[in-house]
T-cell receptor, first 113, second 109 residues
Framework: DTAVSQTPKYLVTQMGNDKSIKCEQN?????MYWYKQDSKKFLKIMFS???????INETVPNRFSPKSPDKAHLNLHINSLELGDSAVYFC????????????FGSGTRLTVV | ELKVEQNPLFLSMQEGKNYTIYCNYS?????LYWYRQDPGKSLESLFV?????AVKQEGRLMASLDTKARLSTLHITAAVHDLSATYFC?????????FGKGTRLHILP
């Protein structure tokens, strides 16, 4: 049983396209996150949702739009993809404010060509 | 703004040796996390440190937290090749975790 699952695992697309990444967690957690890991392995938070409500929206271009249809799902839609969007995107979840830690998905490696 | 600094960023060491990775953070926080990441893989939770003076051990890894000094250490005892990975510390603040840049650990046989 995968706790936090992301699809797809790999995504190669051309500049200007629109793409989505899906995330689902079966841990019963109430908070979900999107993190971006760049080529230097630096991890930066993008968004967090608590029970379908947007809690954190870091300085992220408007081309990135998260959507949470329910507390077990958090999807990330990216419009007009740019070369600089190439990265690994990790979904994560936690119960409350992370007292028990955060569980990460396996990541989606996005390559924009 | 919370900043999390790890050092060293790169570490190459011989099997059997001991070493420590340091994690400093700039503002008050009561929770600190250590994660391991293998190349091309996800982040695996190693330790969650919740209070000043907390010490946790798992195998050859031991983590500690000093909230007054805003310092956590990850100590590796008698390193083995399987511990080669990137280790991240992260600090909880305002309902999000801020990561350090990671320490890339390479253990030579």
């Amino acid at each position: 049983d995968t706790a936090v699952s992301q699809t797809p695992k790999y995504l190669v697309t051309q500049m200007g396209n629109d793409k989505s990444i899906k995330c689902e967690q079966n841990l019963g957690h109430d908070t979900m996150y999107w993190y971006k890991q760049d080529s230097k392995k630096f991890l930066k938070i993008m968004f967090s949702y608590n029970n379908k409500e947007l809690i954190i929206n870091e300085t992220v271009p408007n081309r990135f739009s998260p959507k949470s249809p329910d507390k077990a799902h958090l999807n990330l839609h990216i419009n007009s993809l740019e070369l600089g969007d190439s990265a690994v995107y990790f979904c994560a979840s936690s119960q409350g404010s992370g007292f028990y830690g955060y569980t990460f998905g396996s990541g989606t490696r996005l390559t924009v060509v | 703004e919370l900043k999390v600094e790890q050092n060293p960023l790169f570490l190459s060491m011989q099997e059997g040796k001991n070493y420590t990775i340091y994690c400093n953070y700039s503002t008050t926080s009561d929770r600190l996390y250590w994660y391991r990441q293998d190349p091309g893989k996800s982040l695996e939770s190693l330790f969650v440190l919740l209070s000043n003076g907390a010490v946790k051990q798992e195998g050859r890894l031991m983590a500690s937290l000093d909230t007054k000094a805003r310092l956590s250490t990850l100590h590796i005892t008698a390193a083995v090749h399987d511990l080669s990975a990137t280790y991240f510390c992260a600090v909880d603040r305002d309902d999000k975790i801020i990561f350090g840049k990671g320490t890339r650990l390479h253990i030579l046989p």
